[in-house]
């Protein structure tokens, strides 16, 4: 929702806080799962309403009546999600009367505020940082405990209804009709306990996230729990594992990296982590824990690079190219028995992940993925075929592009393949594709050397309608400019600067995808520091978009200096014939241009 909530926030907001006050308990219950939504969605804007939504979750966080221990819980959620949308600097002086709430909670029996209250902890940490330490001594301990519950499993051997918060699990039966022995119907487990431990287990990483250093007496406890838990038989804990684990490693790496035995230490959980990733990718069935392993991997990679991973790096490559041929564990069980390749349906999400992998290796190996990167090539291609989906064959452009961009030179031997398919995705009429596909071309044309020369011609007439009036995104708008940018650089004497530029001018400052900054201003600045008379022909529009960029809150610094540079060549070479130009900017625009142009 975000902003498009915001007309009717007060509105609702009165009717929401009337009905939790006067409410039966049920309906209760239902109007603090949608403050939460309205918080969530409406973030600072929720600002007004907090102090009286926080009044009234204080009584609710105090309820020990049996029936009242549901609403209790949706109570501790609500102050946590409410606690994220104000932000630390208000809600850190009130947090200990809630925090003192939730633990006392936690002695009522009462699975899911145990669950919720882990929620709750999660929210504080993430807001708190560091200063939620104080309270680690507190809570880490009940995280623990919530781990370590027994699992609640039951062995049904009658035919009576079960609990409602039972689940089935498998089943086991028997033809025989005489009986004489209780006849095992199903296997299940309490759903409480399941959604308390992957709510605690998911708690314990973001406390080591977030506290770091401060996490160490936890390290070695929590590390065992995420162990065990990877390999736990319900996906939500392993998922919940799987993630945490990458942020104990981050915990892991604070708290050894300046002590004498820190680097085997290290060594030892980093090796323990990669294992159970690649165990993960290989063995697990459920295609979200797979995909969650996939991701922690290439976050790994492209943190600690190559030199961290290089020992596993045989095996990640056999692990992704298995995903990719769509023959890995999670893939048999769900389409063993599909016959056509082209036909095999594939989890999104899990296929987005696999392909993330692709560039993190590019980035940690630059030109020496070349070889690995020629044995994935086909494979991920089969996902870029017309009968797939659109979401398909843009998640390989993506991953093209990106893979070019860290890969470098190499890529020019795929040039044909991939800008066939560019070419196509440019014309798309889903706006991500062609978003993916400028990105695309650009990174192709940047890198893909003499071989993707043919192409220009070709390219720039596919990216000419992102420029027009008819996109109606702006995020493939800025990154055919990107495109475009980069083709300039790379082979200014193939572009013809006169048509190309005033396109390309028009649609500057970008709008939405800030990436595309560095290569497109820093193409204009180049050409203008180099006093190339075709640039030189648009001073007027030049001083505009650099007054835009100086002025702008989102553009970084470094694109900053480099816009000062260019506008202090155009002073230096025009002097007081800039003037009219300056002044007919507003104060701020000329204020912020002259702050960022270098002083002499």
Do not use: W
């Amino acid at each position: 929702m975000g902003e498009e909530i915001l007309p009717y926030l007060d509105p609702l907001m009165g009717k929401l806080l009337g009905a939790l006050q006067t409410s039966p308990r049920h309906l209760q219950e239902t109007c603090m799962s949608a403050i939460g939504s309205v918080a969530s969605a409406a973030e600072q804007a929720f600002v007004p309403y907090a102090e009286r939504v926080l009044e009234l979750m204080k009584i609710f966080m105090v309820l020990t009546n049996d029936e009242d221990l549901r609403s209790r819980a949706r109570a501790t959620e609500l102050a946590g999600i409410v606690a994220m949308s104000v932000g630390r600097a208000r809600m850190e002086p009130i947090l200990p009367a809630f925090i003192e709430a939730a633990i006392s909670g936690f002695g009522l029996e009462f699975s899911e505020l145990r669950e919720y209250t882990h929620g709750f902890f999660s929210n504080v940490a993430e807001l708190l940082e560091d200063g939620f330490t104080q309270y680690l001594p507190h809570i880490v301990p009940l995280a623990f405990s919530s781990c370590n519950l027994d699992d609640g499993s039951a062995v049904d051997i009658d035919d009576s209804d079960g609990d409602e918060n039972v689940t089935e699990v498998g089943g086991v039966s028997s033809d025989d009709e005489a009986h004489d022995e209780p006849r095992v119907r199903n296997i299940s487990v309490r759903t409480g306990v399941l959604d308390e431990k992957a709510a605690a287990t998911q708690a314990l990483g973001l406390f080591a996230q977030h506290t770091k250093r401060s996490y160490a007496p936890y390290i070695d406890e929590t590390l065992k729990i995420l162990v065990r838990h990877s390999t736990y038989f319900h996906e939500d804990v392993r998922l919940q594992a799987i993630i945490s684990l990458k942020y104990i490693l981050t915990a892991v790496q604070a708290v050894f990296e300046y002590r004498n035995e820190g680097t085997a230490k290290i060594k030892e959980v980093f090796d323990t982590i990669m294992e159970i990733y690649l165990k993960t990718m290989s063995e697990d069935d459920d295609k979200e824990v797979v995909a969650q392993a996939c991701m922690s991997v290439a976050d790994i990679m492209n943190g600690l690079g190559y030199m961290a991973v290089e020992p596993y790096v045989p095996r990640l490559v056999e692990a992704t190219l298995v995903l990719l041929r769509g023959e890995s564990t999670c893939q048999l069980i769900e389409s063993d028995s599909e016959a056509d390749e082209d036909d095999t349906e594939h989890d999104e999400v899990l296929m987005d992940a696999v392909s993330d992998l692709l560039p993190a290796f590019a980035k940690s190996m630059g030109a020496q993925f070349a070889p690995i990167f020629a044995q994935l090539f086909e494979p991920l291609m089969k996902f870029a075929k017309q009968s797939r989906p659109p979401q398909d064959r843009t998640m390989v452009v993506a991953t093209l592009a990106e893979v070019a961009q860290h890969m470098g030179a190499p890529i020019a031997g795929y040039v044909d393949a991939v800008m066939q398919l560019v070419l196509k995705e440019l014309g798309s009429p889903d706006a991500t594709n062609r978003r993916n596909a400028a990105f695309c071309a650009g990174e192709m044309c940047k890198n893909g050397g003499d071989s993707v020369l043919k192409y220009y011609t070709d390219v720039l007439s596919r990216l000419h309608p992102l420029f027009g009036e008819s996109e109606p995104d702006n995020a493939a708008r800025d990154n055919a400019a990107g495109a475009v940018a980069r083709m300039i650089m790379a082979h200014p004497d193939s572009i013809p600067l006169g048509q190309v530029l005033p396109v390309l001018l028009q649609v500057l400052p970008l709008k939405e995808d800030y990436e595309e900054s560095t290569p497109v201003y820093g193409c204009i600045c180049n050409l203008v520091l180099s006093s190339n008379s075709q640039i030189l022909a648009f001073v007027p529009q030049l001083v505009n978009i650099f007054a835009q960029v100086a002025v702008s809150a989102v553009e970084t610094p470094e694109v900053k200096v480099h816009i000062g540079r260019a506008f202090a060549h155009l002073m230096s070479l025009y002097g007081h014939q800039m003037q009219p130009l300056l002044g007919n900017l507003s104060p701020a625009h000329a204020n912020a241009l002259a702050a960022i142009a270098p002083k002499s």
